[in-house]
């Protein structure tokens, strides 16, 4: 989900809504959700090790955007639900470190 101004939900909750917040473990564990929110699938590794394969053995880069894209669209796969309610266990007390983070991610699966 995107703005008009091509930033997703995800970008506004982890920079612009809590960048003034007194609460700099919030945006740091949004940060870190970004890039971990959405693991990459057993076929996507795959597909990213063939890729890295063939690129090399063709000595260029024309592999390059695919891979990134693979891996970079990790956040904006992530539900936005996911992210809403990492916000709220944090504000009720019920988010304590980075191994409740990945309890919430894998149980939102």
Known sequence: ?????GRSLQDIMSGDL???????????????MEGHGTPLSEAQVKGIALLKVLQEKRKHKAFEPIMKTMTDKAKD??????FIDVINAYFTGN???KRMINNN???SK
């Open 105 to 107: 991610l894998k149980a």
């Open 77 to 82: 796969l992530t539900p936005s639900k996911t």
């Open 1 to 5: 989900m995107a703005d008009p101004g």
């Open 18 to 32: 809590f960048a003034s917040n007194s609460r700099p473990e919030l945006v740091e564990t949004l940060k870190f």
């Open 95 to 97: 988010l304590v470190d």
